[in-house]
């Protein structure tokens, strides 16, 4: 058995050679950029790069409109204020998360409930049922790391029941498919970050996609005012009065940001084959060890934002989790890493005390967010290892070296039990 190099052995991968760089700038980019900045750099109705993207975007998932924002949490925030969130209102979130899911309803100033996931990261019909009450008016699902929610449908069906509104964050999941079905496809409304790291990327930018004109309407008019608001607010609408001043914000996306996006959204198709591609490698390559949890892809396709994969079982107990990331980073694996920005969720001050730092009027009165556990959440929150799956057919070698580290850790770990 090889030396672990974490004992002195030889890396699988040389130092600097695992790394992660996205997006890749290459004469796309560039190109796409330097014919923009010939356009225009600011674009104040529906023209240009922006009715190209909002066009296409909305045509590849089968929706009417269409809305581009300066960021994902813009997006998200115009979801909610799609829909006139705010003081008096609920939502319900999943525990495990990124947190931009969530905030801007509580700036809005709403309650926030969170709900425990499932085993794959998801929000779980079964927790949320309980956590829907006369007030709540919308649930968020986000498709974490890429993995679409399982429960998306039922989750669906369970809102609309009771008439609350579905609201799907896509951040993670830029083309990913549940049954066929392209997320974003699912919920009343959507919305996607365009942020550096994501897989359609502009460096910043986001994206919201509805079929609702009244919910479409409002969201326009939270961040746009006077030539799109005229334009596309219909005239008999009793917001049409409002088209010269929005709601009082400008959350207006950078040309020069769509043009990048737009660029990287022509590869998405491929982006998606490669990293199913790769992915499998991991798959495949880990099946054999018990001490790791795989993600279960059965009837879905993600779109791998992240590959996360769960430190469990007997080995858990006896190595750590720190441990066995220490020793992966030792073999060169340098993207592998335990998530924290992406994390539980409800304990951070904003949702414990949304009070204390908004002076806005809630209308609950909790002590101290919601006094119940989310032990799926937290024993998902304890075990989960992640690292990038790549895009390009080129860094093939990467990615193999990749599994490689992952099996020689891994054997290592199986034949001796510790590290
Ligand atoms: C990135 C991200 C956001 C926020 O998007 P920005 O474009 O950075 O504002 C929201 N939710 C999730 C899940 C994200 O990954």
């Not at 592998?336 to 951070?348: E, F, R």
């Not at 799926?376 to 599994?403: C, F, H, S, T």
């Amino acid at each position: 058995m090889d030396k672990l190099a974490l004992h002195g052995g030889t890396p699988v991968l040389g130092s600097g050679k695992g790394k992660f760089e996205w997006p890749v700038i290459g004469t796309g980019i560039r190109n796409a950029v330097a014919s923009q900045l010939a356009t225009t750099l600011s674009i104040r109705d529906r023209s240009g790069i922006f009715q190209e993207f909002e066009e296409r975007f909305a045509g590849y998932h089968g929706r009417r409109y269409a809305l581009l924002s300066n960021s994902g949490t813009s997006a998200i925030m115009a979801m909610y204020e799609g829909v006139e969130i705010g003081p008096g209102d609920r939502i319900v979130a999943p525990a495990y998360g990124f947190h931009a899911s969530v905030s801007p309803a509580v700036y809005l100033g709403a309650d926030v409930a969170f709900c425990d996931i499932d085993e794959q990261g998801g929000m779980s019909v079964d927790h949320l049922v309980s956590q829907l009450d006369e007030n709540t008016r919308a649930v968020i699902i986000t498709h974490l790391w890429g993995l679409p929610t399982v429960d998306a449908y039922k989750i669906g069906d369970e809102c609309g029941k009771r008439g609350i509104y579905l609201f799907e964050d896509c951040s993670h999941a830029h083309g990913a498919r549940l049954d066929g079905i392209r997320v974003g496809g699912i919920g009343n409304a959507a919305a996607w970050s365009l942020q550096g790291q994501k897989l359609v990327s502009g460096g910043e930018g986001g994206i919201l996609l509805t079929d609702n004109e009244e919910l479409f309407e409002r969201a326009l008019l939270q961040g746009h005012y006077n030539r799109r608001t005229r334009d596309e607010i219909s005239q008999s609408s009793h917001l049409w009065k409002y088209h010269e001043t929005g709601l009082g914000l400008k959350l207006r996306a950078h040309p020069l940001a769509i043009a990048i996006a737009l660029e990287q959204f022509g590869h998405l198709d491929d982006f998606l084959d490669q990293k199913n591609r790769f992915a499998r490698l991991m798959l495949d390559g880990l099946s054999e060890y018990d001490f790791f949890r795989l993600p279960d892809v059965n009837g879905m396709m993600p779109s791998w934002y992240a590959f996360p994969l769960r430190f469990a079982g007997d080995a858990g107990r006896y190595v750590k989790r720190d441990d066995l990331v220490r020793a992966l980073h030792a073999e060169g694996l340098s993207e592998v890493d335990i998530p924290s920005a992406t994390n539980t969720m409800a304990g951070l001050p904003l949702f414990r005390d949304p009070q204390r730092v908004l002076g806005r009027r809630y209308a609950f009165d909790r002590p101290s967010g919601q006094d119940i556990s989310f032990p799926v959440a937290r024993r998902y929150a304890d075990e989960v290892i992640k690292m990038p799956i790549w895009a390009l057919g080129q860094d093939e070698n990467i990615m193999r070296a990749y599994v490689d580290g992952f099996r020689k850790v891994a054997d290592h770990l199986a034949r001796s039990g510790i590290l």
